[in-house]
């Protein structure tokens, strides 16, 4: 959802105002808010670009608005008023706080000018607004993820798993992928993904840059159309004792348990139990399946102890892992 509709009014001589280019926004640079907060109608604000491409908490991981955050004290009343920049140009539309009071905090969120006109023009030329889809789950890469796939810094959006039958396994894309650019813009924060795909219209083709193995590819992908706004589960986090050196137990997977989800076709161990480790730090928890251990395949019980006595004493290894039928990749932090 973007909080933004087309009106037509019926009227002339009206005065209009010029948008900007949001893209072109820089942290720390000045902006004006005017609104009614309060009901105190026009009423303005000044305050600076605190982020870009921000995720609002409330809406989830995935989002495919990217929200400009400021520090102008927004109240109830602003929603809908223009953010300006110094030029008197819109670059976005304040939308929401966050706020444990109901008041300013400094911290609002508003949509950029280019999502906006983006909206607009799908509602004026079909009356409803169809956003890009990938098929990927993701997240950020962050400095233990970066360390365990070569990376040279944190940047750029994990794939944590691709959905089957989707644009991006017709593309070519597998779990454990980084993706650093779509269409040639890059990709910092995985948040930023999300929200350039869904400017993009279905059956468009694009193309990704993205890591593998250590290398750079380039994959075309003919984009999809988002069916609608799921929502995935996240996983519970649990349990107790003993251990090996990555502090927990693990058991057979059982014929059941293997039917449950195609990315356990191939088998894998059950974690059993945790103590404090790398493990529990990691966010293992009782019951997941864990499938592959420092990019290798886990399929029994042997395989797993084969690897971890071969494991090095300290550093940054990847574990994938299945929990709720969703694959997942975990960096254990060895010490």
């Known amino acids: 959802m973007s909080d933004v509709a087309l009106i037509k009014i019926d009227a002339s001589g009206l005065k209009s105002v010029r948008f900007g280019d949001s893209e072109r926004v820089r942290v720390g640079e000045w902006v004006l808010a005017i609104g009614s907060p309060f009901g105190l109608e026009f009423s303005a604000a000044a305050g600076i670009v605190s982020a ?3 995720n609002v908490p409330s809406r989830g991981p995935t989002n495919y608005v990217a929200f400009i955050q400021t520090d102008v004290a927004i109240n109830q009343g602003n929603s809908g008023g223009p953010l300006f920049n110094l030029d008197g140009e819109v670059i976005g539309i304040n939308s929401q706080i966050l706020s444990s009071t109901g008041g300013s905090n400094g911290i609002s969120f508003a949509i950029p000018s280019n999502m906006a006109l983006n909206v607009v023009e799908q509602l004026r030329e079909t009356g409803s607004v169809s956003r890009g ?6 997240k950020d890469v962050d400095n233990a993820l970066a360390q365990a796939f070569k990376l040279d810094r944190p940047r750029g959006a994990f794939v944590d798993e691709v959905q089957p039958s989707s644009p ?3 593309a070519g894309v597998q779990n454990n992928d980084i993706i650093l650019a779509f269409n040639d813009i890059q990709i910092e924060q995985s948040s930023q993904l999300p929200f350039y795909v869904g400017q993009v219209r279905p059956g468009t083709r694009a193309e990704l840059t993205l890591i593998r193995d250590g290398k750079t590819m380039r994959l075309p992908v003919v984009v999809g159309a988002l069916p609608g706004s799921d929502v995935a589960a996240a996983g ?3 349990p107790p004792p003993r251990g090996n050196s990555l502090a927990m137990t693990v058991t057979a997977m059982d014929a059941e348990l293997r039917l449950s989800s195609p990315a356990l076709a191939n088998g894998g161990v059950q974690v059993d139990q945790l103590r404090d480790g790398p493990a529990m730090r990691a966010g293992l928890s009782s019951g997941d399946v864990i499938i592959a251990l420092n990019h290798q395949d886990v399929r029994t019980v042997e395989d797993f102890n084969r690897i971890v006595e071969s494991l090095p ?5 990847p574990i994938r892992i299945v929990r709720d039928g969703r694959g997942t990749t975990l ?3 060895l010490r």
């Not at 889809?133 to 993701?138: A, D």
């Not at 004493?313 to 290894?317: I, N, T």
């Open 168 to 170: 991006a396994e017709d």
């Open 133 to 138: 889809l990938l098929g990927v789950l993701i």
């Open 236 to 238: 519970v986090r649990p």
């Open 313 to 317: 004493s300290e550093g940054y290894v």
């Open 331 to 333: 960096v254990l932090e």
């Open 52 to 54: 870009k491409s921000r």
